[in-house]
């Protein structure tokens, strides 16, 4: 069975850091994107960043640009987000997916297998 596992949510002060992991089990993912997606209460859910598990390419909402970070774990078949200079914008529940599709997308919708999610929460 396909499972996918956050964690690393929390409670930070803005300008503060988190680093979110996505632990991924049941198969391997080569060959698949990787993404991290936010949702704020009231708010539809929005891409924040993606990696290529194969080849390793990243990328990232402009809004987090320069801020988050995301990696690959191979042996530990774990996908992370360092968040740093967090603001209270940032705050949601973020969802680690996988989407097998040969091209990156954006649309939580395009994205196969979802993680429960994690709370963040940046205080002013």
């Known amino acids: 069975q396909v499972q996918l596992v956050e964690s690393g949510g929390g409670l930070v002060q803005a300008g503060g850091s988190l680093r979110l992991s996505c632990e991924a089990s049941g198969r391997t993912f080569s060959g698949y994107y990787m993404g991290w997606f936010r949702q704020a209460p009231g708010k539809e859910r929005e891409f924040v960043s993606a990696l290529y598990w194969s080849g390793g390419s990243t990328y990232y909402a402009d809004s987090v640009k320069g801020r988050f970070t995301i990696s690959r774990d191979n042996a530990k078949n774990t996908v992370y987000l360092q968040m740093n200079s967090l603001k209270p914008e940032d705050t949601g529940v973020y969802y680690c997916?996988?989407?097998?599709?040969?091209?990156?997308?954006?649309?939580?919708?395009?994205?196969?297998?979802w993680g429960q999610g994690t709370q963040v929460t940046v205080s002013p």
């Open positions: 997916a996988a989407d097998r599709s040969l091209w990156l997308n954006r649309d939580p919708r395009e994205y196969d297998v």
